[in-house]
């Protein structure tokens, strides 16, 4: 077997995150922590959460609707 290399600690100490790095991790960590928050509540209420998303998902094919026709250009003659 091998024998115990007992050196003790020879890397460099980790720093604390600091600035950009410090921000970007507490943002991922309230992200995460909103995300189970919602994930748990669609699990205490299953109908509702349902509804929700369908509510979003036909104010979206509205809004994608209404954008696409208001686009088409009305001003040409079908009969010339």
């Given at each position: 077997m091998a024998k115990e290399l007992?050196?003790?600690?020879?890397?460099?100490?980790?720093?604390?995150?600091?600035?950009?790095?410090?921000?970007a991790q507490s943002a991922v960590s309230a992200?995460?922590?909103e995300a189970q928050s919602?994930?748990?509540?669609?699990?205490?209420?299953?109908?509702?959460?349902t509804t929700v998303v369908l509510a979003?998902?036909?104010l979206a094919?509205?809004?994608?609707?209404?954008?696409g026709r208001s686009s088409v250009a009305t001003d040409h003659r079908y009969w010339r």
């Open positions: 007992n050196a003790g600690f020879t890397g460099a100490p980790i720093d604390p995150p600091e600035g950009l790095r410090k921000v992200v995460k922590g919602v994930a748990r509540g669609a699990a205490d209420h299953p109908h509702t959460a979003v998902g036909f094919f509205c809004l994608g609707y209404l954008m």
